[in-house]
């Protein structure tokens, strides 16, 4: 079974949210990367300071076997990306829960969304029905 953080939510896409007071930073789970392959290239197609709606897709993630959509957990402004991955997308596969993080958010605070998000043990629930 795949690492599932306690400290995070999780989405039925496959990405994480670290939820810390109004901001909100997200990446993608062990489980995507173990799916995916060698990440060879993240492309965030946001700009800081950018809107974004939860469910829209903020970028891609494309490995060795696919490319994937990242879809955001939440809606809010951007307010960091990951430039690092731009030269170092191998930092996804190395640290997902780390250095691999992609976009962070600053949110309302409305805890609708954030409600809609699953907890590890739900994550882990999911991740046995696949």
């Not at 810390?20 to 173990?34: F, K, L, S």
């Not at 402004?77 to 170092?88: F, G």
Request: hydrophobic share 45%.
């Amino acid at each position: 079974m795949s690492d599932v953080p306690s400290d995070l939510k999780y989405t039925k896409e496959h990405e994480w949210a670290r939820i810390e007071g109004n901001r909100v930073t997200v990446g993608i789970t062990q489980h995507a990367v173990d799916a995916l392959g060698d990440i060879i290239i993240v492309s965030v197609d946001l700009k800081v300071g950018a809107a974004v709606s939860a469910g829209k897709v903020f970028g891609v993630v494309e490995s060795t076997k696919s490319v994937s959509d990242l879809f955001s957990p939440i809606s809010g402004a951007v307010v960091a990306i990951n430039e690092a991955l731009k030269d170092a997308p191998e930092k996804v596969n190395e640290s997902p829960y780390g250095d691999g993080w992609m976009v962070a958010f600053e949110t309302d605070g409305t805890s609708a969304e954030l409600d809609g998000l699953m907890d590890p043990a739900a994550y882990s629930a999911f991740l046995g029905s696949l």
